[in-house]
Each structure stands twice: as C-alpha cells, then as structure tokens.
C-alpha cells in the first residue's frame, strides 16, 4: 500500500529532519505544514509521510528526543489551552505516545519491532 512506503520514486525521509522541524515548530507544528515543508524543500512526499518518519526517529530514539517532546508539548499544549499546562508529562507519557502512534500502523514500525518496543518499556500492547 503506497501510504505505508518510507520512500517515494527512491527517495527516503530524513526521520531526524523531520522530528526537529517539527519539534523546532513549536504550537505551530501541524502535519499539513511538515506536509508542505516536505514537499517544497524535498521534492516529494505523503501528506502523513513526514510524520510517521518522526515518529519512526522518536521510537528508534526515545532518550534523545523526549526533552525536545517535553518543551513541545508544554508548547503547544499551553497555546491550544490558552493557559500555562504543566510542562511536567513524564518519559513513560512519552512512551505512551510512541505507543498510540505506533499500534497498528506499520508505516511507523513493524508489528513485531512494536511488541519488541512495548516489551522493552513495559508497556501494555
């Protein structure tokens, strides 16, 4: 199916490029820009491609990227809520998220990584 692919005509997503981009975004982080960053600066590109690519860095990375998710989510959770929200959502909330975007959709990681990624972290499937 086209929409799992992780390449388009041989091109790859650059998984890291596009979790700091879209880290980097802040509140104004939405999958229809990381769509169009995509396409403008790349050439190519899935309307989900660049984000299931970020989620893919995200579970091959979780100690790395968790202080980026953490200063984002304060971000943009606090400009959604029109309030200060606590920054403080934890590693195993992260993970959680990891989980949510992972379960079933192969175009972020395998069935098999993602019970291998589950039972690494504990977490239920």
Known sequence: ??????????????????????MSWGAAATVEKLHRWHKEYKGFGSHMGGIWAMWRYA????????PQ????????????AD??????????????????????KNS????????QFCQKWNLNE
Request: hydrophobic share 35%; proline share 3%; glycine share 2%.
């Open 59 to 66: 579970a091959q990375n979780p100690d790395a990227c968790y």
């Open 69 to 80: 998710f953490k200063q984002w989510y304060f971000e943009s959770a606090s400009a959604i």
């Open 83 to 104: 309030e200060v929200v606590d920054p403080n959502i934890t590693f195993d909330d992260f993970l959680n998220e990891i989980r949510v975007h992972a379960k079933n």
């Open 108 to 115: 972020i990681m395998s069935q098999k990584k993602y019970k």
């Open 1 to 22: 199916m086209a929409l799992t692919r992780t390449k388009n005509n041989g091109k790859k997503y650059d998984e890291k490029e596009c979790w700091d981009l879209y």
